[in-house]
Each structure stands twice: as structure tokens, then as C-alpha cells.
């Protein structure tokens, strides 16, 4: 009896997830485009055995007929939709579940890359909705889904965002592009302390999926 | 799934009049040509690989103006339409080679050292059909053929066993 209350998680030490807007004119054009984060303490470092044994179990249950099959499930294929949309290929230009399902065929298993990467694998394949991850040091203002104005570049990049580009922005400017952008590892540094774990939400992934995916990432980054 | 597939109500069109209209038509009907294409690659797999790209119209992501989801529209029924040409005429060889091989397994002797592989019939597993004489040049020369099943290679699964 007490091993079970011991073990029982505390629901009020979660971390709440928080509603970004999207412009109301690219809202118009995708109803359903959505994001979420949750912020939590965590920094760039090995992952713990437990992490890298659900890794290995998840290698052990996706083979090669998982990967052609995962298109006709709902949620990876509303990426895949999205994605046509949105004027991107995503047998060019993957879809975060489909580039890791690639990543494991080629590699043989989900490689461990450290946390808090294994963390959002865990939480992608799991659930198939799209995340990333942003140093909240770096953060200003709430996170949004919006199309880049005239002479607005990504951080660190002298390139200017050809007009109309759809980005994740802070208060600040745009953060990423809104697919196709640096892996979810490059984007927090050693010295990051706080992490936001971003999920990305479209037409025909339910708000239980986000949530789930969010609540798995931060459950895996506090093992 | 069915909701991606509905049309998106009225309300959420603010501006843009007839053309924001068409754009989410246009959106619906990717989205049903997606998943049409989905399951043909689903249905193939593993006996046939289709091409399922369509190039992209942009190098990074934005909103797709009429005529670009237009192409993207007329892309994916293309490549559903060479799918589906790629899928009935596997279909029709597997059919042949199903028929040869009851031919095969009723009169061994008329189909000396014919060998049909469980992928020309469009089965999983590396096995195959092989007619042979029974003992050998004996067998040849007495006229004594028959048709050898072999299982194929091993389970992926026992050698993962053997491994640990």
C-alpha cells in the first residue's frame, strides 16, 4: 500500500501547458494550426538508463513496415497533408515521426543523442506529433506561428526570410521556420538551465495528442 | 482522421472571398489525394515501390497561393494514376505466375527446373518454388521430377534469439 502512494505521480508538480496564438490570417487559411509548450528545467546531458532503455524497447517494436505504414495513420498523416500544403514535399522534406522512423531504419535503433533530443523522440514516435525544443533563456514574450514581414532573418543567420515565410516567432521575432529547421538538439546550448519543449499542432491532431506529447517529454526529461 | 477530410465551415473565412474558398478546397483535395496515395504505397509495400514525391514548390514553408495548390493537386493525382497503373500490372504478372506455378506443381516434368519465388506471386518471405529430378541425374534421366519447396531464410526474430 505505501510502495503504491510512493510511486503515484505528483500531478501538481507537472508543468501546465501554455497556448501560443497564430496570426489571425494564417489561422484563416490552416484552422486546426496551433502551439503549445511547456517550460521545465532540464540541460544538455547523457541520458539516464531508463531514457536510453525506452529507446531501445521503442527500436525493438518499429521495423520497415512501421515506416510505410505510418503514413495511413491519422496523425503523421496530417503532417504529411499539412506539409503539401504548405508547398513542402515530405518524402523530400520529412515530417519530425517519419524523419526518426528514416533515422532508425538507417541506423538500426533510436540512437541516443543526449537529453533533451531523446526525450522528444520518445514523445514523436510515441504520438507522432511534431516537436522542438527552444532555450527559454533565449525567449521573450509568448511563442506564436506567424509569417515573416519584410527584412526579418532567423537568429544567427544573416539571410533575410523571404516574405510570407511561416515561422515560430516570440515576442522578439522569428525563432525557426516553422518545419524544416535545424534538428530539435542544435537548438539549446550547454548553458541552457530552462528548456521549452514546443509541439506544433495541425488540422487533425487532437489536443489529447499534443498534450500527451508534451506530458511524455517532460515525464521522460524528469526521469 | 475524417475531419481533415471535411470541408472547413464558412466562418473561418474572413477576407480573400472566393479565393480563400478555393484554397481550402483545393487543401481538402490534397488531403484526400494524400491519403488515397498513402494507401496505394501501404497496399505495394514491400512487393513494389512507388514514387510518391511530388516537388516541392517551395524551399521553405508558407502559404501556397491557388495556382502552386493547383500543381500540388494535379502532382498527387498523377502519381495516383501512375500507382495505380505500377499496381494492376504487378497484380496482373503475379496472377500469371500464380497460374504457372499450379501448372508447375500439377506437371512437374513439363516445367523442368523452373524455379517461382514467393515475391513472383506476391508473397512475403524469400521462399521459392523449384522443380527438380528426384535423386538426382537418376532422377533425369528416369523422368522423375517434382516440385522442392524451400521456407526461405530464417526468421529475423530467431536470429535476434541466436544473437543474445
Known sequence: MAASKTSRPDLHSEPLPRQGWVAPHIAAEFPGLGIAWVELESRRTNSPEPVRRRLRDLSDRFYGSHAIHMRERPIPWAYRVFFRQIGLDPDHTRTPVEQLALDRLHDGAFVSRGMPADAVTIATVETGVALRVFDVGKLRGELCIRDSAPGEALPDKPAELAQGTLTIADGRGPLALLFGGPAADREIDSEATRIAIVAVQVKGVPQAAVDEALWIASAAIAA | ?164
Open chain 2, 1 to 164: 482522421m475524417p475531419d481533415l477530410l471535411d470541408r472547413d465551415r464558412l466562418q473561418t473565412f474572413r477576407v480573400g472571398g472566393d479565393e480563400r474558398l478555393a484554397r481550402a478546397e483545393l487543401r481538402r483535395q490534397v488531403g484526400r489525394l494524400e491519403h488515397e496515395l498513402s494507401s496505394l504505397c501501404a497496399e505495394a509495400f514491400p512487393r513494389l515501390t512507388l514514387d510518391t514525391g511530388v516537388p516541392a514548390s517551395f524551399a521553405v514553408p508558407r502559404v501556397a497561393r491557388l495556382e502552386e495548390l493547383e500543381q500540388v493537386r494535379d502532382a498527387l493525382a498523377e502519381r495516383i494514376s501512375v500507382a495505380r497503373e505500377a499496381l494492376r500490372e504487378q497484380d496482373e504478372l503475379e496472377t500469371r505466375n500464380r497460374e504457372l506455378l499450379e501448372r508447375m506443381l500439377a506437371a512437374p516434368a513439363e516445367h523442368k527446373w523452373m524455379r517461382i519465388s514467393r515475391a513472383d506471386v506476391g508473397e512475403p518471405g524469400c521462399g521459392h518454388w523449384h522443380s527438380r529430378p528426384r535423386l538426382g541425374p537418376l532422377g533425369m534421366l528416369m523422368g522423375w521430377w517434382r516440385v522442392k519447396v524451400s521456407s526461405g531464410c530464417p526468421l529475423s526474430g530467431r536470429l535476434a534469439a541466436v544473437e543474445r
